[in-house]
């Protein structure tokens, strides 16, 4: 089952904030978020697999709610290079151990 | 350490032939996943895949699809008598063995084959 992102896009200024959020109607095992730049591959950002879990990677980080069914993305004092698509990838609980990605995130950094 | 290597990265055929996407994963993974993008839009999975077999096919198509990972040599995406809305960006990623569910590094993607069918 595909999960769901929102916003669809977003248009901020350098420096600003921004908050993607990927929601499923199941409980997940894991969530990934990447960063895709047009015309390039996908990039890994990072995982979380446990329910209250939060994770940074620099101003980039990441929560994954209590239930996992819900994780958000959070980037701080945005900076131009963060321009690009984000897509979270769902892990299910059960079946094979393959991601179903979200439909994407179109994040413009503006100077 | 060469990352995962996609060939090629355009291709172009016409209505009725066949395309073979390859794929070669990081040195040392055995899991190859293959995802379709069309353009503007989200990764599409089609079928996971480990050395000389497949784990999962549920997004591929029923027919003229078809892709395989041998014991040596490259993943192959095989299409056959493509049409015009077989075109799109095939992405290859590949996971370390013995992970799976325990993934903690995620996916490394490939640069993708740009299929156009005319």
């Known amino acids: 089952q595909q999960p769901v992102q929102s916003p669809q896009a977003v248009i901020l200024r350098e420096g600003e904030d921004a908050v993607i959020n990927c929601s499923s109607s199941k409980a997940l095992y894991s969530v990934h978020w990447y960063r895709q730049k047009h015309g390039e591959a996908p990039v890994f950002l990072m995982i979380?697999?446990?329910?209250?879990e939060q994770k940074g990677h620099e101003k980039i980080s990441a929560s994954f709610n209590e239930k996992k069914q819900q994780s958000s993305l959070y980037l701080t004092a945005s900076q131009l290079s963060y321009s690009g698509t984000y897509f979270c990838g769902t892990e299910s609980n059960q079946g094979a151990q393959k991601l179903v990605f979200g439909q994407g995130t179109r994040l413009t950094i503006n100077p | 350490n060469a990352g995962v290597m996609q060939n090629p990265r355009h291709l172009v055929r016409r209505r009725g032939q066949e395309a073979r996407l390859r794929c070669s994963p990081m040195?040392?993974?055995?899991?190859v996943y293959w995802y379709r993008q069309l353009p503007e839009e989200g990764l599409k999975f089609m079928v996971y895949l480990q050395k000389e077999n497949i784990i999962d096919e549920s997004g591929m198509p029923k027919e003229r699809f078809s892709a395989e990972f041998p014991k040596e040599g490259p993943s192959i995406l095989r299409i056959q008598q493509v049409v015009r809305g077989d075109s799109a960006a095939y992405f290859c990623?590949?996971?370390?063995?013995?992970?799976?569910?325990?993934?903690?590094?995620?996916?490394?993607f490939g640069s993708g084959t740009r299929l156009t069918v005319v």
């Open positions: 990623a590949s996971s370390p063995p013995g992970t799976g569910r325990f993934n903690v590094y995620g996916y490394t």
């Open positions: 979380l697999l446990k329910g209250g």
């Open positions: 040195k040392g993974h055995s899991h």
